[in-house]
């Protein structure tokens, strides 16, 4: 079964601070996404990945960053946290292609004071 | 944009009744896939359509492929109290190869 694991299931921080989302998948997919999900915006793409050092800019990208410094590793940076970024992000994966199925891990729910 | 439109938002139906959510595309889809949202939990695959016109069954669930390649339904029959949760689509853009989520809808059951 693919495991994707993200780092922390709550988080809370402080408006300003630069934040750190880790994501770790143990199946070897080319692909990583983050996604953002607000009650009545369903999901929302802020970053994608489909190879190791390749990112490409998703729905949402104004205020975050990534990494994608090895295949299993997908982080999502929060340059200078604002409380409109407090939300539930979610971290997915897929094989290599466009179509394959995506899995999701449990989601990280940040909070910014 | 291009944009994937899910309806209803919520629905409430008593136990026992048939569902469905609806999907529809501004543009044509290479493929739809279906994810279930537990309560809590994280999006689950359920399945993909690939094929005009497609439709298949997962026990008391059908989805179903418009023959246009622009919208998709979801039915569950005779609705249990392990169907809650939100069903979003996710439909493949034929032009830049992007997936695009419906922003969902939401069942609720009543005993």
């Known amino acids: 079964d693919v495991k994707v694991t993200q780092s922390s299931r709550y988080l809370v921080k402080r408006t300003g601070e630069k934040v750190f989302l880790e994501c770790v998948q143990d199946m070897d997919h080319e692909n990583m996404f983050w996604y953002r999900q607000d009650p009545g915006l369903g999901l929302r793409l802020i970053y994608f990945?489909?190879?190791?050092?390749?990112?490409e800019k998703g729905d949402i990208p104004e205020g975050y960053s990534v990494s994608r410094e090895k295949k299993e590793r997908f982080s999502l940076i929060l340059e200078s946290a604002s409380t409109n970024q407090t939300s539930m992000y979610l971290c997915?994966?897929?094989?290599?292609?466009?179509?394959?199925?995506?899995?999701f891990g449990d989601g990280t729910r940040l909070s910014i004071l | 944009g291009q944009q994937v439109m899910q309806i209803p938002q919520y629905q409430h139906v008593q136990e026992g009744e048939d569902f469905t959510t609806y999907c529809n595309s501004s543009?044509?889809?290479?493929?739809i896939q279906w994810y279930k949202q537990r309560p809590g939990g994280h999006p689950v695959f359920l399945i993909q359509l690939v094929k005009s016109g497609e439709v298949k069954k997962q026990k008391r669930l059908t989805f179903q492929f418009g023959e246009a390649k622009k919208n998709s339904s979801l039915h569950i029959t005779a609705t249990q109290t392990t169907d809650v949760g939100t069903y979003f689509c996710?439909?493949?853009?034929?032009?830049?190869?992007?997936?695009?989520f419906g922003k969902g809808t939401r069942l609720h059951i009543l005993p």
């Open positions: 997915a994966s897929s094989l290599g292609g466009s179509s394959q199925p995506q899995h």
């Open positions: 543009t044509t889809l290479s493929n």
């Open positions: 996710a439909g493949l853009q034929n032009r830049d190869d992007k997936i695009i």
């Open positions: 990945s489909y190879d190791v050092k390749m990112k």
